[in-house]
């Protein structure tokens, strides 16, 4: 060989453009992961295997220095990334680097009933764990809405399985597609906060498959994801962070999820439980905040030393071990050992867009008599906008989703930009009182003068915009506790009355993550439902209220008038939150939602996917492909909608279900289909909507199966569950 080719071949191996062949197999990107993870078991001593599977700070885990095999970092959540934690604390590591963008929490999102929109959020969110070199986000949690006293629903994506599970798959997707695990979250029935780390919960199997656990199979075997967090509490007597029928025999059996299956931070119980049951990482156990008072209790943990000396003794056994490690292994090579993955970015001015689209498409148009909204720049000199929700940072507090955010944009704020300072007058009207995230707010004994001055203010004021809602304090919607009554907080339905009294133009703006009571809705001409919208919350507030946007968003739960009208409340304190063991029997099995209130009568006062427009639709005449159809057909249906008013804007077409005569007891409605078609003024599109069969299914018990009964099936096409313009009827054989 001349010396040419030689020197040539010397200088491409010393480069390393060609593979050295001496690459141990773990470590050759060329190998699949599968052999990687076989490699690396292999070289691991027990003690390495041990280390791999349990915390070893309060977000991370060891990794395997010897061999090279990086710490897993984590981070919340579901909204943005959180702000840098101590190692060992519950406290903040006080860093100048990660204030993040707040994205609009996941109930908005599923309010805009836009997956793509929620691909574009999975991405840009993670593109921020990327970038701060977090291998996992701790979201998204797509735990039902059961009742609307709930601490966490405004992380979670509302009363339907079918709109949760559509919307959560491209949000996972968009997530990894950085190279960043998603966390599906709480895995499962973590439906209340009250006494969420013992409370036992007992449901029937046909609502579990039926209701609870769809989202979770959809993100795990559509949407693939990498990492599934389980849950605090029980079902049927058993801790579901380490459950023997909801881990191996669903989530690993039948799902085939070939992930980590962590716990949530404190939820592991048991040494022979987590060994057996399926728990593929220990986080949060012992260490002071969630549980004990014991810091870097790292080697105390289920998983840690105790384990170690029963694998030692051979009580239990190495495959036990061998299964969490591979696991632990293959969301390394997923994640921190995938040199092409994305280098990610931060609090972009890109991110704060994606953030004010999914916003200002989520916020829902709940009313508006005589177009009172939009309120077109100009046409009111004095509007005075009252309520402590107009200026509150809404994306501290709140629990594990809390955020130190690069910028919040409050509805205050945004309306002086569109409006002008001057034509904008501002008065708190309620006070929650301060607290460590708001020193600053007035003490509850100001209430009196502050309503006063509001009123005052609304009766020299052309027009007012009421500010109102919840918050993310203790006991609203926040972790680790329920709200403990469905009315408004803070005296604001008198401050409504009041202000009702003085000027009848008013519009009501609620900021919240939860249905709210609403006695003065009759005198109330305009009411938005808005939500924790994060960083551009009051841009995409005063572009809806302005015009600028036309609102499109719909109710991903229903508005009951009053509590009692919840299914699951209805059923007393043994249904919600629990009994005297406290177990919390889910006595409205799968009537939840608006199932409930159409199949017992009981008329929401805003009802699940209602939505108004600043335009009219007309809906055309639907019509299915056939009028037979076989189990494994695909029903094909079609219909046009037409933007019948003189603004551009967008409609969500949902399509809803019902069997004729069922052997089993079925909701007169569900959800199995949606479309939000985007339509300029006078535009007419064709829609046409793909529902295969085998979706009409219900779960039966005792076949343990789902199954299609050859029926007649109605299929209800509606701008919401209630507001139906037009069915058509099938068989199917
Ligand atoms: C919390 C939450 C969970 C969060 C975790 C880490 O208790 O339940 O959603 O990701 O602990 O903060």
Not at 168 to 182: H, L, T, W
Not at 287 to 307: I, V
């Amino acid at each position: 060989m001349n010396k040419y080719i030689s020197v040539l071949l010397f200088s491409l191996c010393t480069s390393g453009l060609v593979a050295q062949t001496n690459l141990p197999v773990y470590l050759d990107e060329t190998k699949n992961i599968e052999e990687r993870v076989e490699d690396a078991l292999s070289r691991m001593t027990l003690e390495e295997k041990v280390d791999m599977i349990h915390a070893q700070s309060k977000f991370s885990t060891k990794g395997c220095p010897r061999l090279g095999i990086p710490e897993i970092w984590m981070s919340d959540g579901p909204h943005g990334v959180r702000m840098e934690f101590a190692w060992d604390r519950w406290e903040y590591a006080e860093w100048t680097n990660d204030s993040c963008t707040a994205f609009p929490a996941l109930t908005c999102l599923a309010a805009t009933f836009n997956p793509e929109l929620s691909r574009e959020y999975g991405k840009a969110i993670g593109e921020e764990a990327r970038y701060r070199k977090k291998d996992v986000l701790l979201g998204p949690g797509v735990n039902i809405y059961r009742i609307p006293l709930n601490g966490r629903n405004f992380e979670y994506m509302g009363e339907d399985p079918y709109l949760a599970s559509r919307m959560v798959v491209p949000y996972i997707q968009g997530v990894q597609s950085n190279g960043v695990s998603a966390c599906l979250k709480h895995f499962a029935l973590n439906n209340q906060e009250t006494a969420r780390e013992r409370v036992n919960v007992e449901v029937s199997e046909r609502a579990l498959r039926e209701i609870y656990l769809p989202a979770f199979k959809a993100g795990v075997e559509e949407g693939k994801v990498w990492s599934v967090m389980g849950s605090y509490n029980k079902f049927r007597g058993q801790y579901c962070s380490h459950h023997k029928y909801l881990i191996q025999d669903i989530l690993k059996g039948e799902w085939q999820f070939d992930g980590v299956l962590m716990s949530d931070w404190g939820s592991i119980h048991d040494t022979r439980e987590a060994a057996m049951y399926g728990l593929d990482i220990e986080m949060g156990t012992g260490t002071d905040g969630l549980t004990q008072n014991t810091s870097s209790a790292y080697r105390n943990y289920y998983l840690a030393d105790p384990y170690l000396k029963q694998l030692q003794q051979g009580k239990l056994p190495m495959t036990s071990l061998d299964d969490k490690v591979r696991r632990v292994l293959r969301l390394c090579f997923r994640t921190n050992m995938d040199r092409e993955r994305p280098y990610g970015s931060f609090a972009t001015q890109e991110h704060a867009d994606v953030a004010r689209r999914i916003a200002e498409e989520g916020i829902v148009l709940l009313k508006n008599e005589k177009s009172f909204f939009p309120i077109v720049r100009g046409k009111y000199k004095k509007i005075a906008v009252i309520g402590q929700n107009a200026v509150r940072p809404l994306t501290v507090g709140g629990g594990s989703s809390e955020l130190k955010v690069k910028k919040e944009v409050s509805p205050l704020e945004g309306l002086q930009s569109v409006y002008g300072e001057g034509n904008i007058v501002f008065s708190m009207g309620y006070t929650s009182g301060p607290n460590n995230f708001h020193p600053q707010l007035p003490p509850v004994s100001a209430s009196d003068s502050l309503r006063q001055a509001a009123v005052q203010l609304a009766k020299e004021a052309d027009m007012v915009l009421f500010f109102g809602g919840l918050n993310k304090d203790q006991g609203q919607d926040c972790e680790s506790a329920d709200r403990q009554s469905y009315e408004l907080p803070y005296g604001q339905d008198q401050l409504i009355q009041e202000i009702l009294k003085v000027n009848k133009n008013t519009a009501v703006i609620i900021i919240s993550g939860n249905a709210v009571s609403m006695p003065w809705i009759k005198d109330v001409p305009t009411v938005l439902q808005s939500w924790y919208l994060g960083s551009e919350a009051g841009n995409a507030t005063a572009r809806v209220i302005s015009g600028d946007v036309n609102p499109s968003g719909k109710l991903p739960f229903s508005i009951p008038v009053k509590l009692e009208d919840n299914g699951a409340y209805s059923f007393g304190k043994a249904s919600y939150p629990g009994d005297e063991s406290m177990t919390a029997h889910y006595k409205e099995d799968i009537l939840v939602g608006y199932r409930w209130h159409d199949t017992k009568k009981i008329p929401a006062l805003f009802p699940f996917g209602h939505g108004l427009s600043y335009t009219q639709f007309s809906y055309g005449k639907l019509s299915s492909d056939k009028k037979i159809y076989q189990e494994k057909d695909t029903i094909r249906l079609s219909m046009k909608v037409t933007n019948k008013g003189t603004v551009d804007g967008a409609e969500t077409v949902q399509i809803y279900v019902g069997q004729s005569h069922p052997s089993v007891l079925r909701p007169k409605k569900e959800l199995k289909a949606f479309k939000k078609v985007f339509l300029s003024s006078g535009e007419t599109k064709d829609i046409v909507f793909t529902i295969p069969v085998k979706n009409l299914a219900f779960y039966d018990e005792k076949a343990k199966d789902w199954v299609v009964e050859p029926d007649r099936f109605t299929f209800f096409c509606g701008a919401s569950s209630v507001d139906i313009r037009d069915s058509v009827s099938a068989d199917v054989e």
